[in-house]
């Protein structure tokens, strides 16, 4: 069956790898390591599925990182840290969109990088469509988060065997394929440009 749509992960397969945002901000502001976890593993994930408001959590917590500025350019500050796409990733998506299969991105995101992503990284121009669990409220690797992407991309004429999905996370993979969703570990771009070639 031919491929329709390709699904990428956003951080780690579109967006490079770098250091982590809260390893980085630790280090330039004199905290200790380990200090923002509590935040990112904690009321942070309500942020992920749209059930609780980043700017309004972190009014709480700033203080308590140093941060001396306005919220909103606490966020920009953050979100330029990664703002590094792919390049080469970038220029693949043109020429798979040019042949005609949909290209999304699927990722666990608040709402106000999913804004950032669409907006300033221009992924609303770049990709046929962003899929963020923040909008969604569910996230990777909840099914949920599968099938609504699946429930949608049916609306377009796709079904699930038509699609590919691109992840650095394994476990990511694993429950995509249990809604018949073809995945791939991500794990560098030449095996990601090996797989789809014979798209180009």
């Known amino acids: 069956m031919a491929i329709k749509c390709i699904l990428f992960d956003a951080d780690g397969v579109v967006i490079r790898n770098s250091e982590i945002f809260s390893t980085q901000y630790e280090k330039k502001y004199n905290l200790p390591s380990g200090e923002m976890l509590p935040f990112f593993e904690g009321e942070f994930q309500n942020c992920i599925i749209g059930k609780a408001d980043l700017k309004e959590i972190l009014q709480i917590w700033l203080p308590k990182w140093n941060w001396e500025k306005t919220t909103d350019e606490f966020l920009e500050f953050w979100f330029e840290m990664g703002n590094n796409p792919d390049e080469k990733m970038l220029e693949i998506v043109k020429k798979l969109r040019k ?98 070639k014979d798209f180009l």
């Open 99 to 196: 042949k005609g299969i949909k290209c999304c991105i699927a990722t666990n995101q608040e709402k106000y990088r999913t804004q950032f992503m669409r907006k300033n990284m221009k992924f609303g121009e770049l990709f046929d469509f962003v899929f963020s669990s923040a909008e969604i409220a569910y996230k990777k690797p909840e099914k949920e988060f599968y099938e609504f992407i699946l429930n949608y991309l049916n609306k377009k004429g796709i079904e699930a065997e038509e699609t590919l999905f691109f992840d650095d996370s394994e476990k990511n993979i694993n429950e995509a394929k249990k809604v018949w969703i073809n995945g791939f570990f991500y794990k560098n771009f030449e095996e990601f440009e090996e797989v789809v």
